[in-house]
């Protein structure tokens, strides 16, 4: 690695840490001491993207990135926890061992991650991936979301009965 100073390559190591998919490393230059950062990332295959018209293109981690940034903007969400689960998405995709991947496929994976994590991020995504076209698409959303969480809290209020 040359340092941005003195284009140097004699540089070492202070501190790596792991972020989602990517390394941070903290760097020093021996020759002139300035210390810099550096992120690092795995080079992995991912498959190549099936859009709804059949096309296929190059899976593009900032339209993911871009996505769900939108979904949970004003939402108070650890950057943290936003990169773990694009981390999850992308995790997804390279385990499929498959040369391609439908893109409906791939936003209702991140419909799902985001419904775990946040019901109003949630909404919004589907809201655009779904193309919700008036509001009354916008209810019966939200009204599905709200059953399914009724459903959910009966059961988990149920006593269990292994003993």
Not at 54 to 75: D, F, H
């Amino acid at each position: 690695m040359r340092c941005p100073n003195c284009s140097r390559g004699d540089t070492g190591v202070i501190d790596s840490r792991p972020t989602g998919a990517r390394v941070r490393r903290r760097r020093e230059c021996k020759h002139c001491g300035e210390r810099f950062t550096t992120r690092e990332e795995l080079a992995r295959e991912f498959p190549k993207i099936v859009k709804r018209d059949k096309r296929r293109e190059e899976y593009q981690p900032g339209k993911l990135r871009t996505s769900v940034g939108l979904a949970l903007q004003k939402i108070d969400i650890s950057e943290g926890r936003s990169e773990q689960l694009i981390s999850d998405i992308e995790e997804l995709l390279l385990n499929i061992k498959e040369p391609e991947y439908p893109s409906l496929q791939l936003g209702i994976q991140v419909m799902q991650q985001l419904r775990a994590l946040n019901h109003v991020a949630y909404v919004r995504y589907a809201s655009v991936y779904l193309g919700f076209e008036d509001i009354g698409d916008f209810i019966r959303q939200v009204e599905t979301l709200q059953e399914e969480l009724a459903r959910q809290q009966v059961n988990d209020e149920q006593l269990s009965l292994d003993l």
